[in-house]
């Protein structure tokens, strides 16, 4: 890797608003002296006159590949097994992903990955993620790949490591809670924290932009894809949250991404797998579902992630993903966002329902800057391309597009990539915000929630959680058992009644917790996550060495929020 190229991996500044410098016009822009006006000032760290020179030299080809964020397939930027060849191949028509960088001179590339609880695995299609010094390595080898290019501009390498059910990398990092958790804490300052952390590690391994946090505000039917990975249902609190994640991560060196515009969380269908219906009034939209993303902009998100959603209110019948009235008309110019719009997985249904070409055009038209996943890299970029020559998509479009993706590298600074060993050791800056969310539902505070020999006890594929609060619990005097005893029992994502135990002492959820609603159990607790230090802080309070603080962010049908005062 080049010196140059070493250095784009942290530093994140806020992204200023106004392109200008570039060429593009855009509102808000200012009038030249000549008719009466002023020329806007310029900020000594903008980088818009130097993205100006850089965009002045593309190609069309260059262009294309800059809004382009393909994933790939391979552990590594360019040594790959034969069958890894063929699937880069049929994607590409490559066979390595450094080939591919710098056959579509891309803006971007995703790691992607899944694990067993995943409701995004429909569309991650490879595994590339395993751990931090293989992570490192193939970041290494695709910037490498970018620094051969005529632009010499470093790729953005993005991730959705959200955390909770949706975490890419897992092994060997500082695991945070799930969003809800974070929600059920309710202290921006603990969240801050906790994401500067991980954004930290992130910038560590050579991801320099993240598709979190998830903005989504949890409506009353509780969005099954979205979950626990929002921050609760009430607006105003989940927008704290929202602002104090990107603030911790911008602070770690990684761009944060507001997912997903305008809204998911009222939604009972999977985009993954078809069109989710936002069927609420203008003014519900509003007041719930935008105020997050307001928050967000007001504190200089630097990307926002468009969704896979019919907004009946604002463009029925199209997906948001492919609507100037909600890209361009709401995000743009009602809320003022001039950061990166990127789109959701171009793979997942909704978005294949034209070919990559095709879709990548309506995409751009629409107002989105960097296109995601496309499902065949070699026909999208062809199809931008194609675009342009038949005047589906204007030159000036493409420029403003390209131009805010240039714009977020030039932004994310030139200070040195963290060392790899700094990933794994922020527990002390997360295991606060873990105890912190342990919300008792049903119960009484103030001491111990289980005496004598406990038997810990789980739903099907939980044994790693029911393993780690066993040791938990045992590490805190409490007498662990494997026959007999008062029963813990641990439920998670995704679990139904049947999944319940009947003669369980306590029932833990760790995901969102309304099953909760329907257990019998004398003792009810809520972690929202199954993260170790959530098993540690979980054992604390049933060993009663910790008081349960947290506080449900979503309502669970005849329980309180909290029970204690």
Request: hydrophobic share 45%.
């Amino acid at each position: 890797m080049t010196s140059s190229t070493q250095k784009w991996f942290r530093g994140l500044g806020p992204i200023v608003s106004g392109l200008c410098a570039v060429a593009v016009a855009t509102a808000g822009c200012g009038t030249a002296p000549e008719h009466g006006g002023t020329l806007p000032m310029q900020d000594p760290a903008d980088p818009s006159a130097k993205v100006a020179g850089i965009v002045k030299k593309m190609s069309d080809a260059d262009l294309a590949g800059q809004v382009l964020m393909p994933f790939a397939y391979g552990r590594s930027a360019t040594d790959v097994s034969a069958g890894t060849k063929a699937a880069n191949q049929a994607l590409a028509g490559v066979d390595t992903p450094a080939q591919m960088v710098e056959k579509y001179r891309l803006g971007g590339m995703i790691l992607v990955g899944f694990g067993g609880n995943d409701p995004t695995a429909a569309n991650q299609p490879v595994n590339n993620v395993e751990s931090p010094e293989q992570v490192r390595a193939l970041t290494t080898g695709l910037q490498n790949a970018a620094a051969r290019l005529p632009a010499d501009v470093p790729l953005l390498i993005g991730m959705d490591q959200e955390f909770g059910v949706v975490s890419r990398l897992t092994t060997g990092v500082t695991v945070l809670p799930s969003a809800m958790a974070f929600g059920a804490a309710g202290n921006p300052r603990l969240t801050e924290a906790a994401w500067r952390a991980a954004g930290t590690e992130l910038a560590a391994v050579g991801v320099n932009m993240n598709f979190a946090p998830v903005a989504d505000v949890l409506g009353p039917a509780g969005s099954n894809v979205i979950g626990s990975r929002s921050y609760g249902s009430d607006p105003r609190a989940a927008g704290e949250q929202v602002v104090a994640a990107l603030k911790g991560m911008r602070a770690g060196g990684v761009a944060a991404t507001l997912k997903h515009f305008p809204g998911h969380g009222h939604t009972t269908a999977d985009s993954h797998s078809e069109l989710p219906v936002l069927a609420q009034s203008r003014q519900l939209l509003d007041s719930d579902d935008l105020a997050t993303f307001k928050a967000g902009i007001a504190a200089g998100a630097p990307a926002i992630m468009s969704g896979h959603l019919d907004v009946q209110s604002v463009d029925p019948g199209v997906a948001a993903t492919f609507s100037k009235k909600v890209l361009t008309d709401l995000l743009r110019h009602e809320l003022g966002f001039q950061g990166v719009v990127v789109t959701d997985g171009m793979n997942m249904a909704p978005a294949m329902k034209q070919p990559p070409g095709e879709a990548a055009v309506a995409a751009l038209v629409a107002g989105n800057d960097l296109i995601l996943m496309p499902p065949n890299v070699a026909k999208a970029h062809q199809g931008i391309v194609d675009g342009l020559k038949a005047g589906k998509l204007t030159r000036a479009r493409l420029v403003e597009a390209a131009s805010r993706v240039l714009k977020l590298k030039l932004s994310l600074g030139e200070a040195a990539a963290p060392a790899l060993s700094t990933v794994g050791t922020h527990a002390q800056q997360v295991s606060p915000v873990a105890a912190a969310a342990i919300t008792l539902l049903r119960g009484t505070c103030g001491k111990a929630l289980v005496t004598g020999p406990v038997r810990v006890t789980a739903a099907t594929g939980r044994d790693k959680a029911r393993t780690r609060l066993a040791a938990a619990l045992k590490q805190a005097g409490v007498s662990v058992v494997e026959t007999g005893g008062s029963v813990v029992h641990l439920v998670g994502y995704g679990d139904t009644a049947e999944d319940l135990s009947p003669g369980a002492a306590v029932t833990v959820h760790m995901d969102v917790p309304y099953l909760l609603g329907q257990s019998a159990s004398k003792v009810l607790v809520a972690t929202y996550s199954s993260s170790d230090l959530s098993m540690d802080a979980l054992a604390a309070v049933l060993a009663g060495k910790a008081q349960p603080t947290g506080r449900a962010p979503v309502e669970v049908k005849g329980l309180p929020r909290t029970a204690c005062s």
